[in-house]
């Protein structure tokens, strides 16, 4: 079984630049969320994608935006890049069924630099 | 408002002592319940959770948890640490989709 996977593992990016960051979700999984996670905090939630669409979104600015493939693999995509978005940025997959999610299994990360 | 409370910003052990992290939290009803641990420059990794039934959660690595409603706490128990247990431990709680989490524990363990 193939766990979550995401990619590019590292990325250093420049302030008003756009970027695109990748999650291949795991084997028979069709939910995806994105979460931020800052030096030294406890990851904040994007969104998620469910069927291709947005399911439900955390405290972020338009400027963040997603994807979900019919595969399930899923993109984020951050126009604009400010200094303070600089992250590890994780990709977690699930199941969700009758509406009802379970349990989050995550990537390792992509760490994005904003200089 | 949803929050998550890990008191605890260090945690310093010794091999073979007993372990226990701190987790209370703040929602609306009885959320899911989360323990992940985080090695240096990784992802996170589930060690346990809790959706229902028997409050007392066993997990893998050794560590259980017990939710306690009227504390509305979730904490972490390890009875006899080892060296590979150090690392940065969050809790997170929440519902269907999305999932809130506390700032995390770094555990140190002392030869």
């Known amino acids: 079984e193939t766990g979550v996977t995401q990619s590019p593992t590292h990325l250093i990016k420049t302030r008003g630049q756009q970027v695109t960051l990748r999650c291949s979700s795991q084997?028979?999984?069709?939910?995806v969320s994105w979460y931020q996670q800052a030096l030294g905090q406890g990851p904040q939630f994007i969104f998620q994608?469910?069927?291709?669409?947005?399911?439900g979104r955390g405290n972020f600015p338009p400027r963040f935006s997603g994807l979900q493939f019919p595969n399930y693999s899923s993109e984020l995509n951050v126009n604009a890049l400010e200094l303070d978005d600089s992250a590890l940025y994780l990709c977690?997959?699930?199941?969700?069924?009758?509406?009802?999610?379970?349990?989050?299994?995550f990537g390792p990360g992509t760490r994005l630099l904003v200089l | 408002a949803q929050s998550v409370t890990q008191p605890d910003i260090h945690i310093t052990v010794s091999e073979g002592a007993s372990l226990e992290l701190r987790c209370n939290y703040s929602?609306?009803?009885?959320?899911?319940l989360f323990w992940y641990v985080q090695s240096p420059g990784q992802g996170l990794q589930l060690l346990l959770k809790?959706?229902?039934?028997d409050t007392l959660v066993q997990g893998i690595k050794g560590f259980e948890a017990e939710f306690k409603r009227s504390q509305s706490s979730f904490n972490l128990r390890k009875p006899s640490v080892h060296w590979s247990d150090a690392a940065e431990y969050f809790c997170?709680?929440?519902?269907?989709?999305?999932?809130?989490w506390g700032a995390g524990t770094k555990l140190i363990i002392k030869p």
């Open positions: 994608y469910y069927r291709e669409e947005e399911n």
């Open positions: 977690a997959s699930s199941v969700t069924s009758g509406g009802r999610g379970e349990t989050q299994y």
């Open positions: 084997s028979g999984h069709n939910t």
């Open positions: 929602y609306g009803a009885t959320p899911y």
């Open positions: 997170a709680v929440g519902s269907n989709y999305q999932l809130i």
């Open positions: 809790y959706f229902s039934g």
